[in-house]
């Protein structure tokens, strides 16, 4: 079992920048790949980022490539997510997610354990 909590998200100007953190519980952290999903309202959970568990890959959706990072840091089961250069269409409830593989996947259902989610808001 591991239980999720993510943290970090805000109100910030278009152009600006914000980091995400989700703290995992449990000894194993680093056997899982972590993910990043988004879904702002009225629209389905979408891939975001993913990284497998000692960080050696990482993986982005095409809209974020370039402007968000993923990382973790397993000594401190936690994983990241850079967001530069954001935009308003980046607006949305981001949750960071665990996969019980060594292996990617973009597919929210993939995923076996979820956080609560954190809002993240771009004004123009």
């Known amino acids: 079992q591991v239980q999720l909590v993510a943290s970090g998200g805000g109100l910030v100007q278009a152009g600006g920048s914000l980091r995400l953190s989700c703290a995992a519980s449990?000894?194993?952290?680093?056997?899982?790949?972590m993910g990043w999903f988004r879904q702002a309202p009225g629209k389905e959970r979408v891939f975001v980022a993913a990284?497998?568990?000692?960080?050696?890959?990482?993986y982005y959706a095409d809209s974020v490539n370039d402007r968000f990072t993923i990382s973790r840091d397993n000594a401190k089961n936690t994983v990241y997510l850079q967001m530069n250069s954001l935009k308003p269409e980046d607006t949305a409830v981001y949750y960071c997610?665990?996969?019980?593989?060594?292996?990617?996947?973009?597919?929210?259902?993939?995923?076996?354990?979820w956080g609560q989610g954190t809002q993240v808001t771009v004004s123009s």
């Open positions: 997610a665990a996969r019980s593989s060594k292996f990617y996947d973009s597919s929210w259902y993939a995923y076996d354990y």
């Open positions: 449990g000894r194993t952290f680093s056997s899982y790949t």
């Open positions: 990284i497998t568990g000692r960080g050696s890959s990482t």
